[in-house]
Each structure stands twice: as C-alpha cells, then as structure tokens.
C-alpha cells in the first residue's frame, strides 16, 4: 500500500450489478465499492467476466440490473450520464487501440479538443505534459504504427491522461506486450498510482498487485470470490478457486 | 465516307467533356449521399438500415439503362422542365450513391471495432468518433473499391447517350452518321475511353496490393 485511501470518499460503487449476454449471466450480482485514490487489481480465470465488470463502469457494456455511480452520477443509460461519466473516467486496453491515421501528439489532443473545448494550443501543452510523464515525449510526431507495442501502449495511457480523469480503467494493459516491454508499461502504471491516481487495473501482472494494489479482487465465473489486501490475498487465499488460480498463475513466475 | 479531320475530332472532344463533367458530378454528388447512405446504413436505428438497404437494393438490382429512363421520364412527369444534362446528372448522381453507399458501409465496419470504442471512452461524441476517427480509416480501406466504382462510372456515362445526352459515345454516334466509317469513330471513341480509365484501375489494383501487402 503507498498511501491510505481509507479516509477518503467513495468514488465508484456498484450495487448489485447483473449482465447477461444472452443466456450467459457475465455478472452475478456484483458490489464493489472503490474509494478515492484506492488502487484495485482485478484477477480471475479468463472469462471470469472481469473485463466486463470494468467495461460497464464506462457504459461500454450495458447492464441489465443493478446501479452504477460514479462521483455522484448514477449511470441511468442516458447520454447525459454517459458523457459525464467517460469525461472522469479513463481507459486503457489491451490492444492499445490507438488511432493509427494520427500521430501521437494528434491522438492526445483529439478529445479534450472535441470533448472538453480545449484550444489547440491548451491541448497540446497538455498533451506534452502527459507525454513527457510516460517518457516518450520525443516521439510526438510519429504514427502509432512506428512505435514499440510499449510505447504505444504508454501513449494511449497518456492519452487517457490528456482528458484528466479522476479515475482509471486497464483492461490488461500488458497482455498484448513482448515479455521485455512489460516492466515500461508497469513502471509507468506504478508512477501513476504512486501520484495518487484510483486505478482499477484487470491484469495478471502479480508482482504489481502486490506492489500496488490497495484491494486485489479474484473473479471466478461471473462473481467476486475473493477480497483481500495484497499481503493476505497472496499467503492465505481462502477459496479453493483462490488458491487454483494462484497456484497456476505463479508457477509461471 | 467522309474524312475524319479536325472538326470531326473538336467534336469528340466536346463530347469528352461532357462525359468527363457527367462522371465528376455523379461522382461528387453520389459521393456526399453515399456518405449519407452509408451512415444510415450502419447506424443504431433499424428504420433508417431497413430504408438504405432496400434503396441500395433497388439500384443494385436494375439495369443502370432503366434507372436512366426511369428519372429521365419521371422528372418529366412532375411537369418540371428539365434538359437531358440535368435529368442524367440526377440518375448518375443517384446510382454512385446507392453503390458508394454500399462500398463505404462496408469499409466503415471494416475498422476495428476497438477504434469505435477507444473513441467511445474518451467521451468523443458520434459526429467527431465518425469524422475524426472512423470515417477517414474507412474511406482509406475502401479506397481501391472506390476508384474500381469510378471507372465504372465513366464507362456508364455512355448509357447517357441513349436519351439524347451529348457526351463522347453519342458524339461518336453522330460523327458516325456524317462519315459513314463507324469502325474507325467508334474505335477512337474507345481508346478515349481506355485512355482515362486504364491509368485509373491500374492505380486503383497499385493501391490495393500495396494496402495487402502492409496489413500483412
């Protein structure tokens, strides 16, 4: 843990939130409440349906049942609450999704130019903020498509940055990466949680829940089997799946 | 026979002309409904899908002949006084954009799905998600398929001259009639034709294999 979070409010909640996809039940009553500056790592079996969990706090996935708030606002499915909602929330995914016919510096001024107002000139002092901050400012001018699968992959954080939100979504930030491009990726997710930012991150990357995460959180079949601070979470998983997982996912390390 | 000479060849060339002004017309007005038709088509609303894909459907599955007559001789019957140039500028302008519709829906749902969603968590409303960020990867994918409708589009610009238009087919017909030597008008009218279209498909087949080869 790097700094309490215990003390501050609450920034999402779910409440007993349901999907289905079709006859799938994707989510089983889930409850998650996460505070402010609260870092949570998101584990599970593939599809365990935490993606989806994540997905839904952006109103990328609808849901069937149940209440999402987010600062304040619920998301009812109207456009409004949507718009508020993705203006404080930022996301990261696993196949980086950059925008590939702009360069990098185009790709971090497009929404706060479209979404928030920004001038041009605001947006890209701003993007060059952020850009410096993951450290690939000097590649400003370059199409996704020339960099490394890292750089890009801390491109789109910094454009995730550029719309200032309060909170942050990664959706497997490192799935998709070379071995040797992992540890830039998640050194750069470490600064960011060091600054404080409220961060759920869905990854399998063990070593940053435990130097990170506040709450890890392991999903099996829809549901949230297990909740434990890190320490706890890694010497003494309760659950049978808990330790399965573990067990499986370590050997590897 | 009567000699092929400059006045002979002056009057192909006007004819060219009109075939060149009738494809750039059907092509940018068919261009900016078909940008329209392709948005329809692949929008949330059914009621605006089901209306496009029965449009497209129609001027797929007619004879570009009879759309021709059809709008030639349906304008006429609104009582509106229109002149063979207009009328064939409605129906060309009309069929690319059904066929360009129909290329650009597919190139529009051909961009990766995270590209739409990546747009989405930014909080990018549809007209920028369209405008800034899918429309113009579509527009590139459909490229080839575009220059490729093109080339059709000039070649079926000769239909115009079955209703009197003067372009370079009907021009070809009349300086025909005046020199008795079809062969030889005919077969110039045809290497115009080959001339314009040749380079354009040859880029259009450049383009793709060159967009296959960077995908790989």
Known sequence: ?253 | MGPIGENEFFFLMQGLKWTVLLAIVGFIGGGIFGILIALLRTSKKKVARTITAGYIGVFQGTPLLMQLFVVYYGVALLGVEVNAGIAVAIAFTLHASAFLGEIWRGSIEAVPKGQTEAANALGLHYVSRMKDVILPQALKISLPATIGFLVQLIKGTSLAAIVGFIELTRAGQIISNQTYRPLLVFGIVAAIYFIICWPLSHAGSGLEKRMAKAAR
């Not at chain 1, 939130?17 to 996460?34: C, R, T």
């Not at chain 1, 402010?36 to 599809?47: A, T």
């Not at chain 1, 010497?235 to 499986?248: A, M, N, Q, V």
Request: one cysteine or more; aromatic letters at 6%.
């Open chain 1, 1 to 253: 843990m790097l700094n309490s979070a215990k003390d501050q409010p609450t920034l999402i909640s779910l409440e007993d939130v349901q999907k289905w996809y079709g006859a799938f039940h994707a989510l089983k009553s889930i409850s998650l409440s996460v505070r402010k500056g609260e870092k949570i790592v998101l584990c599970g079996p593939s599809g365990s349906g935490k993606s989806t969990l994540i997905r839904c706090i952006n109103a990328l996935e609808t849901i069937e049942e149940g209440k999402i708030v987010v600062e304040g606002q619920v998301l009812d499915g109207s456009t409004k609450s949507v718009d508020a909602i993705r203006r404080e929330v930022g996301m990261v995914f696993q196949s980086f999704n950059l925008f590939p016919h702009m360069t990098v510096l185009q790709n971090c001024t497009l929404a706060p130019m479209r979404v928030r107002g920004t001038s041009r000139t605001d947006a890209e002092r701003l993007a060059r903020k952020y850009l410096e901050r993951v450290r690939i400012l000097d590649q400003a001018e370059k199409y996704p498509a020339q960099l490394s699968g890292g750089q890009q992959q801390r491109v789109a954080i910094a454009r995730a940055l550029c719309m200032e939100p309060k909170v942050m979504l990664f959706d497997e930030p490192t799935s998709a990466l070379d071995p040797e491009m992992v540890k830039e990726v998640l050194d750069t997710m470490i600064g960011l949680a060091r600054d404080g930012m409220t961060m759920i991150c869905v990854t399998h990357e063990m070593g940053f829940a435990r130097q990170v995460a506040d709450r890890v959180i392991f999903m099996a079949s829809g549901e949230i089997v297990e909740e434990a601070e890190p320490e706890v979470f890694f010497k003494s998983p309760k659950h049978e799946r808990t330790k399965t997982f573990l067990g499986e996912i370590l050997a590897h390390h």
